[in-house]
């Protein structure tokens, strides 16, 4: 059984791209959330979704972030024209419809922009 | 909105001794779930404990136990008998069981755990 996976593990950019991070949620659930991790900060809250819904993207930079949870394939946070303070960790949680308390976090994605 | 802190950026214990890491939150809310998470430098989330704010006794885990103090907001970690293993950074979240804020989880800063041997 399959824990979160999230891939790439590592991702770097230079200033101005895009960057596409990618969450499969465990088998079975249905509901995702991101999450950021500047250095030697905790976890910050920035989007919640279920499949073709966002829920709540209180979190979410009001420019250039946007995040998407088709009904087919992996969950998917972009970030357009990067900049240097978007280097973090991201990660991604995911849990069942009925127990969005009980999340299970993936691996995060490492994101470096230079 | 609701608050988080953990007031040790770092603690440190000998090996086989008990420490114990501190968290405090701030919620008008009656109804919630607290948690403990460990992070090793592989930086993966690891649940190390959880707690239902409607349930009076504290959570166990093995060597893990929590106490959580509602009417203060308190919700400390203790961990016995620590290994080199416990070695990481430990943080404390929230997460609401209002249906219009499920989901939301929100984190302290983090406590890192150093472990002599």
């Known amino acids: 059984n399959a824990g979160v996976m999230q891939n790439p593990r590592h991702l770097v950019r230079r200033r101005g791209q895009e960057a596409r991070l990618r969450c499969s949620p465990m088998?079975?659930?249905?509901?995702v959330y991101w999450y950021r991790q500047l250095p030697e900060e905790g976890l910050k809250f920035m989007v919640y979704?279920?499949?073709?819904?966002?829920?709540?993207e209180s979190g979410m930079p009001k420019e250039r972030f946007s995040a998407e949870f088709p009904k087919e394939g992996p969950s998917i946070l972009r970030i357009q024209q990067v900049v240097r303070g978007d280097s973090a960790a991201y990660f991604c949680?995911?849990?069942?419809?009925?127990?969005?308390?009980?999340?299970?976090f993936g691996p995060g994605t490492r994101l470096t922009v230079t | 909105a609701q608050t988080v802190t953990q007031s040790q950026p770092e603690m440190s214990v000998q090996e086989a001794e008990t420490v114990t890491l501190s968290c405090t939150y701030d919620t008008s809310e009656s109804d919630y779930y607290l948690f403990w998470y460990k992070q090793p430098p592989s930086r993966q989330m690891i649940l190390v404990i959880r707690q239902e704010a409607y349930k009076q006794q504290n959570a166990t885990e093995n060597r893990f136990s929590v106490n959580f103090q509602k009417a203060a907001k308190s919700f400390s970690l203790k961990i016995s008998d620590s290994q080199l293993g416990d070695a990481a950074m430990y943080f404390c979240a929230y997460r609401s069981a209002d249906v219009t804020n499920a989901g939301k989880s929100t984190f302290g800063d983090g406590t890192t755990l150093t472990v002599k041997p």
């Open positions: 088998k079975g659930h249905s509901h």
């Open positions: 949680a995911s849990s069942r419809p009925e127990s969005s308390y009980e999340q299970y």
């Open positions: 979704l279920q499949k073709e819904n966002i829920i709540d």
